[in-house]
T-cell receptor
Framework: RKEVEQDPGPFNVPEGATVAFNCTYS??????FFWYRQDCRKEPKLLMS???SGNEDGRFTAQLNRASQYISLLIRDSKLSDSATYLC??????????????FGTGTLLAVQP | NAGVMQNPRHLVRRRGQEARLRCSPM?????VYWYRQLPEEGLKFMVY????????ESGMPKERFSAEFPKEGPSILRIQQVVRGDSAAYFC????????????FGPGTRLTVT
């Protein structure tokens, strides 16, 4: 079983649509969770951290369910510029010897005009 | 404030040659991480270094790969006797401290082995 699993997509949506991505992780001791965005042949860029209480940044809303080990990202009013691969990322336990990030394989979003 | 810098951006090597990839962390960051992204795959952790120390190398292949982060100068990821399967994008990230939540990524080095 992969440590972080995502639906690879692609998700093809029209401009203005609402789209949701889901992710599950296997290590129940994981402490920190993120969504990164990666454009084609570019480096990953942090989109937002994910908190247990849920958090919102403009059109983006992230949710975390620790009991189900499930993370989600909701994008409202999709823009053409949102087209990218969205990476679900988990950081190993806080205070451990390491600080590595575990990446899902990503979900491809294509917003159509 | 310059971001994470990596060079070269593109590197072509023949099978059997050595590849050296360099990473300069963001100013004030003392922790460096290397990740590899194979074609059509996700990023995979390779190694985590602090100045002059390897903290976690659990993702490094056992042979041919090594990494260092000297007291002065950039972090170096070295691949000896490259093979076609080493062709990938290698990303470096940095953070200001071990418990730093955010890791900032460089633009990557695309290694092609012919």
């Amino acid at each position: 079983r992969k440590e972080v699993e995502q639906d690879p997509g692609p998700f093809n949506v029209p401009e203005g649509a609402t789209v949701a991505f889901n992710c599950t992780y296997s290590n129940s001791a994981s402490q920190s969770f993120f969504w990164y965005r990666q454009d084609c042949r570019k480096e990953p860029k942090l989109l937002m951290s994910v908190y247990s209480s849920g958090n919102e940044d403009g059109r983006f809303t992230a949710q975390l369910n620790r009991a189900s080990q499930y993370i989600s990202l909701l994008i409202r009013d999709s823009k053409l510029s949102d087209s990218a691969t969205y990476l679900c990322v988990v950081r190993y336990p806080y205070g451990g010897a390491t600080n590595k990030l575990i990446f899902g394989t990503g979900t491809l979003l294509a917003v159509q005009p | 404030n310059a971001g994470v810098m990596q060079n070269p951006r593109h590197l072509v090597r023949r099978r059997g040659q050595e590849a050296r990839l360099r990473c300069s962390p963001m100013k004030g960051h003392s922790h460096v991480y290397w990740y590899r992204q194979l074609p059509e795959e996700g990023l995979k952790f390779m190694v985590y270094l602090q100045k002059e120390n390897i903290i976690d190398e659990s993702g490094m292949p056992k042979e041919r790969f090594s990494a260092e982060f000297p007291k002065e100068g950039p972090s170096i990821l070295r691949i000896q006797q490259v093979v076609r399967g080493d062709s990938a994008a290698y990303f470096c990230a940095s953070s200001p401290e071990r418990e730093g939540i955010e890791q900032y990524f460089g633009p990557g080095t695309r290694l092609t082995v012919t």
